[in-house]
T-cell receptor, first 110, second 108 residues
């Protein structure tokens, strides 16, 4: 069965520090992978999606970047965090008529 | 340009009554539409989907209706239960674009 792992669950980082959130998928190959952010009181905003290794599409301009170094690994990064980067980040993979989400990372930038 | 829209940020219903959550879309090329349920600080969980070639899909208390001419779909929950209280997201399969969600509160 397919599973998706996302870590860490919570993270508190100072402004200006770097960020690396990792997401890995098991039980599938060549998945479409996605990063979302849910800011307080807002919906699921699609940040990046990837259809294959090294293929990244950005949906919104921002302080973040994404990379896909391996087929089942998707990384969300920032060189210097801003206060506005705080939020709940979700990784997902899509297949057929469903999509599966990780449990999310609560990022607080202080 | 929002491809998937949920225009009602919140909905409150009484336990045992019907909850109707609405969603509009702009892209007619979507093959499937998905509904997800999300509790605070957790990842969304899949609830139900509907193929674009159908107009109804039912799973227990949950039924999704698709009106292609109006580019509109709706999720019906009947009877509503307090445990259904959550944020519900409508989305399109493929590019996984979601609406902003509707917060459902079911009061005992």
């Amino acid at each position: 069965s397919q599973t998706i792992h996302q870590w860490p669950a919570t993270l508190v980082q100072p402004v200006g520090s770097p960020l690396s959130l990792e997401c890995t998928v098991e039980g599938t190959s060549n998945p479409n992978l996605y990063w979302y952010r849910q800011a307080a009181g807002r919906g699921l905003q699609l940040l990046f999606y990837s259809v294959g290794i090294g293929q990244i599409s950005s949906e919104v301009p921002q302080n973040l970047s994404a990379s896909r170094p391996q087929d089942r690994q998707f990384i969300l990064s920032s060189k210097k965090l801003l206060l506005s980067d705080s939020g709940f980040y979700l990784c997902a993979w899509g297949g057929g008529a469903k999509a599966f989400f990780g449990q999310g990372t609560r990022l607080t930038v202080v | 340009d929002q491809q998937v829209k949920q225009n009602s940020p919140s909905l409150s219903v009484q336990e045992g009554r019907i909850s109707i959550l609405n969603c509009d879309y702009t892209n007619s090329m979507f093959d499937y539409f998905l509904w997800y349920k999300k509790y605070p600080a957790e990842g969304p969980t899949f609830l139900i989907s509907i193929s674009s070639i159908k107009d109804k899909n039912e799973d227990g208390r949950f039924t999704v209706f698709l009106n292609k001419s109006a580019k509109h779909l709706s999720l019906h929950i009947v009877p509503s239960q307090p445990g259904d209280s959550a944020v519900y997201f409508c989305g399109s399969q493929g590019n996984l674009i979601f609406g902003k969600g509707t917060k459902l509160s079911v009061k005992p």
